[in-house]
C-alpha cells in the first residue's frame, strides 16, 4: 500500500541554524500538508501546498517557514533560523482530489533544537 | 475557534476490556469527525470518520457517533488488543476548509 515518507526520522540542530525536513506523499496526491506536535501538545496545522502554491498557512507559519516541491515527488519543510521553541515532532500529509480531508500521514520527524 | 478537546492519557487496559476515550469539539461550522491511531514508528492513520451528526463511524471493533447535542465523538471498544496499543487522536475539519484541527493524543496500552 502507497504511504507518506519522512526524513530524517530524528534531526537534531542548533539554534539559529537552518533545517529542511523532507517529506515525500503519494504519488498520485495532489494537496500537501505539514503538521506539528510540540510535546505534550495538540498536533497543529501549519500549512497547506496545492498546485506549486500555499493554499492555506496557520499564525505559527511565520517568515522563518518555508515549503517547496523541488521535483515531482517531494515536499520539504525549511525552517530558517531554527529556535528552541521549534523542537516539535513534524508531521507531512498527502491527499488526492477525490477523498476530501482523508489525509494520509507520515510517521514523522522528531526536531531538537538545542 | 474550532478545537477538540480529548481524554488525557494514558490509558492502560487489560485485554478484553472495555474501552472508551472522550473527545468533544467545538466548531463554527459543520465540522467532519475522525480518529487517526498512530502505531510505534508509523504515521498518522485514519481509524474512522463521521460527516453528520448522528452518524457512526466504524473500523477494526471501534466506533464513534457523532453526537452534535453534545458535541462529543468518544471512541469505543468492546474488547481491546494488544495490538491496539497506539496513540488516538480526535480531530475534525470544517467543509471546504484544508486542515485538520487535532486533540493532544491518548496513548493506549493493551497488557495481555
Known amino acids: 500500500e502507497p504511504e507518506v515518507t519522512q526524513t530524517p526520522s530524528h534531526q537534531v540542530t542548533q539554534m539559529g541554524q537552518e533545517v529542511i525536513l523532507r517529506c515525500v506523499p503519494i504519488s498520485n496526491h495532489l494537496y500537501f500538508y505539514w503538521y506539528r506536535q510540540i510535546l505534550g501538545q495538540k498536533v497543529e496545522f501549519l500549512v497547506s501546498?496545492?498546485?506549486?502554491?500555499?493554499?492555506?498557512k496557520s499564525e505559527i507559519f511565520d517568515d522563518q517557514f518555508s515549503v517547496e516541491r523541488p521535483d515531482g515527488s517531494n515536499f520539504t519543510l525549511k525552517i530558517r533560523s531554527t529556535k528552541l521553541e521549534d523542537s516539535a515532532m513534524y508531521f507531512c500529509?498527502?491527499?488526492?482530489?477525490?477523498?476530501?480531508?482523508?489525509?494520509?500521514f507520515g510517521p514523522g520527524t522528531r526536531l531538537t533544537v538545542l | 475557534g474550532d478545537s477538540v478537546t480529548q481524554m488525557e492519557g494514558p490509558v492502560t487496559l487489560s485485554e478484553e476490556a472495555f474501552l472508551t476515550i472522550n473527545c468533544t469539539y467545538t466548531a463554527t461550522g459543520y465540522p467532519s469527525l475522525f480518529w487517526y491511531v498512530q502505531y510505534p514508528g508509523e504515521g498518522l492513520q485514519l481509524l474512522l470518520k463521521?460527516?453528520?451528526?448522528?452518524d457512526k463511524g466504524s473500523n477494526k471493533g471501534f466506533e464513534a457517533t457523532y453526537r452534535k447535542e453534545t458535541t462529543s465523538f468518544h471512541l469505543e471498544k468492546g474488547s481491546v488488543q494488544v495490538s491496539d496499543s497506539a496513540v488516538y487522536f480526535c480531530a475534525l475539519s470544517i467543509t471546504g476548509a484544508n486542515n485538520l484541527f487535532f486533540g493532544t493524543g491518548t496513548r493506549l496500552t493493551v497488557i495481555p
Open positions: 500529509a498527502s491527499r488526492d482530489r477525490g477523498r476530501l480531508n482523508e489525509q494520509f
Open positions: 501546498f496545492y498546485n506549486n502554491e500555499i493554499s492555506e
Open positions: 463521521a460527516t453528520k451528526a448522528d
